[in-house]
């Protein structure tokens, strides 16, 4: 079963920055994208950013291409999301997902319900 654990959420100012982690298991890294997606209240899950286990190719949404860079560490199962020049606007609740491609455009294009691994998911809050 795949699994997260997320973490490194918090309040931070707008501009400031901040590193997420999600912890993965029960899945075979090479063989999965795993993203982040982050919902705000009141809104629609909206995807963040990707990475391919199969060959570290990477994809961000136009709100945060730029701004974020995501990473991984296969050794530690680990995926990282470095949120730099935060804004208001990307106060949320941020999750990991994994899905059994090697594609992260359809990973982050496609259907919602191939995404495996919905946890808890980790608050970040930027004041203005």
């Known amino acids: 079963e795949v699994q997260f654990v997320e973490s490194g959420g918090g309040l931070v100012q707008a501009g400031g920055s901040l590193r997420v982690s999600c912890a993965a298991s029960?899945?075979?890294?090479?063989?999965?994208?795993i993203a982040w997606f982050r919902q705000a209240p009141g809104k629609e899950r909206e995807g963040v950013s990707c990475i391919s286990g199969y060959d570290g190719s990477t994809y961000y949404g136009e709100s945060v291409k730029g701004r974020f860079t995501i990473s991984s560490d296969k050794a530690k199962s680990t995926v990282y999301l470095q949120m730099n020049s935060l804004k208001p606007e990307d106060t949320a609740a941020y999750y990991c997902?994994?899905?059994?491609?090697?594609?992260?455009?359809?990973?982050?294009?496609?259907?919602?319900?191939?995404?495996?691994?919905w946890g808890q998911g980790t608050l970040v809050t930027v004041s203005s």
């Open positions: 997902v994994a899905r059994a491609t090697r594609s992260c455009a359809v990973t982050m294009m496609g259907p919602m319900s191939y995404l495996e691994g």
């Open positions: 029960g899945f075979y890294f090479d063989e999965y994208v």
